[in-house]
């Protein structure tokens, strides 16, 4: 057993989680409150018109590392929750880049002159854009916008419309003409720049809460950490040297709650005080899935399909997660999309998947699901606080607190694991 009192931890999203898993796997007891009655946060499965599907289409990438690893140690093993598939980028028709399976960096030259849909000299600018980027060790000398960021590269054309600004607003959730280079550059870094094995794609293979929230639960419940779900934490005190949450005392606490959530658990606590002035002046970027359920017959080409526009961003078939015939259309950041109803949406994006794979039968019913803070503005420069805060014994995890990635499960999972490193640092 470790030397470390009881922990609390608020928030069972991925980082909140993740943390509780790395403090369980170091003999620390915890107990984890959660405000909704289910695990995951932003990324949950959901139950639709009888089926289980999530509340937003997520992709999982071979540079989710630390996720990957997680997923092995509860329990929920990669091999059987996510299908591995070389990285593909296929809008049916119009561009189609795949990567070979090849050791780095030839698998991206190759993928990268062998693309369908882009001229050579294109190829070659996007070549040399990312070995330039590489020999800088991606860092910039100042944060941009992506869209600027490109264009002082001359990154234009058919590369720029399918490659570069797809991978942005999917990474980062954020416009190109408002996203941060910055952090595009380390995604880029870590995935098209990394090994091979890093861009692949790892598709789901069954609902979200199955990758991994639900075995983590169970792998932190069997050791004997404690959930109290549809509980939602107030003001936190300080008790001696520790933490007060209802009437139970912690050594330490955890608060690993979106960015928005924070201020009502520290607004009376000053120590606090710049902290919070740093997230409120956060913006939020939205992000919708359109299910349409087609006959149980209908599958995609790929599992994963690009779609032109000009709504339409991704579409994905849900066959292979126990929920045949249903397509995920996603929708990122803000759009021309986000003005329109779900009943004009779902024609439109039908009209769209039609233009780009022939003739659909109609489907049979349709639903979306609006996050309309998905994430958070992924702008140039913006302020990030890390785990750390100005308490003792108080630490923040989530997706905005790991500074060097955009929202994203592998961010969110990153800093569940410095947070507990932190609390194991402390006690
Ligand atoms: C629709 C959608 C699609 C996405 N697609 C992708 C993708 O394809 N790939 C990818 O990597 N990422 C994707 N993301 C981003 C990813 O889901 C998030 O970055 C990640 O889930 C954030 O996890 P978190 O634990 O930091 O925060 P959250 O998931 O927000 O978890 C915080 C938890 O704290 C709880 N809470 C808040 N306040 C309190 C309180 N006072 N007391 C108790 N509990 C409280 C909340 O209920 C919540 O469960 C997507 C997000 C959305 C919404």
Redesign the pocket.
């Known amino acids: 057993m470790s030397a470390c009192g009881r922990v609390a931890i608020?928030?069972?999203?991925?980082?909140?989680?993740a943390c509780a898993t790395e403090l369980t796997a170091a003999d620390t007891p915890v107990t984890v409150?959660?405000?909704?009655r289910q695990?995951?946060?932003?990324?949950?499965s959901v139950e639709l018109d009888g089926h289980t599907l999530d509340?937003?289409?997520?992709?999982?990438v071979g540079a989710?590392r630390e996720t990957l690893r997680l997923m092995r140690r509860v329990g929920a093993e990669p091999a059987s929750t996510v299908q591995r598939t070389p990285l593909r980028l296929d809008y049916p028709g119009t561009f189609r880049l795949e990567l070979p399976e090849l050791p780095a960096p030839w698998h991206l030259a190759i993928g990268l002159f062998t693309a369908t849909g882009a001229s050579l000299r294109e190829k070659l600018s996007a070549a040399l854009f990312m070995q330039r980027l590489k020999r800088q060790h991606y860092r910039l000398d100042r944060d941009t916008t992506v869209a600027a960021w490109l264009d002082a590269h001359r990154q234009t054309g058919i590369l720029r419309r399918f490659l570069w600004e797809p991978l942005c607003l999917?990474a980062l959730?954020t416009s190109p003409a408002q996203a941060s280079a910055q952090i595009f550059a380390n995604v880029l870094r870590d995935s098209l720049g990394g090994s091979r094995d890093a861009t692949d794609l790892l598709l789901q293979q069954c609902d979200l809460g199955q990758i991994f929230p639900a075995q983590a639960a169970h792998f932190i419940a069997d050791r004997g950490g404690e959930f109290r779900l549809s509980?939602?934490?107030?003001e936190i005190h300080r008790q001696g040297n520790g933490w007060l949450i209802g009437d139970e005392h912690f050594e330490q606490v955890v608060l690993?709650?979106?960015p928005q959530?924070l201020a009502?658990?520290l607004a009376s606590r000053p120590a606090h005080a710049a902290l919070l002035q740093m997230v409120a002046g956060y913006a939020y970027e939205p992000?919708?899935?359109a299910y349409l359920a087609y006959p149980e017959t209908v599958r995609l080409p790929f599992p994963m399909l690009g779609l032109p526009g000009p709504l339409g961003q991704w579409v994905f078939d849900r066959h292979d997660m126990g929920n045949a015939g249903i397509m995920a259309f996603?929708l990122?950041a803000d759009g021309d999309w986000d003005k329109l109803e779900d009943d004009q949406l779902a024609p439109k994006l039908h009209a769209e998947l039609e233009a780009a794979i022939g003739p659909l039968p109609a489907p049979r019913w349709q639903r979306t699901?609006r996050?309309r803070r998905?994430?958070f503005s992924c702008r140039p420069d913006l302020p990030r606080p890390g785990a750390a805060t100005a308490e003792r014994g108080l630490w923040l995890?989530?997706?905005?607190t790991y500074g060097d990635y955009p929202?994203?499960?592998?961010?969110?999972v990153r800093?569940?694991i410095v947070a507990a490193q932190g609390v194991l640092g402390e006690s």
């Open positions: 608020v928030g069972a999203g991925w980082a909140g989680l409150f959660e405000a909704s695990l995951g946060g932003r990324a949950r509340n937003g289409q997520h992709l999982l989710y999917a959730n509980t939602r934490i107030g690993a709650v979106a959530h009502p658990l992000i919708a899935t996603v990122s699901i996050e998905a994430t995890a989530g997706d905005y929202a994203t499960l592998e961010g969110a800093s569940g």
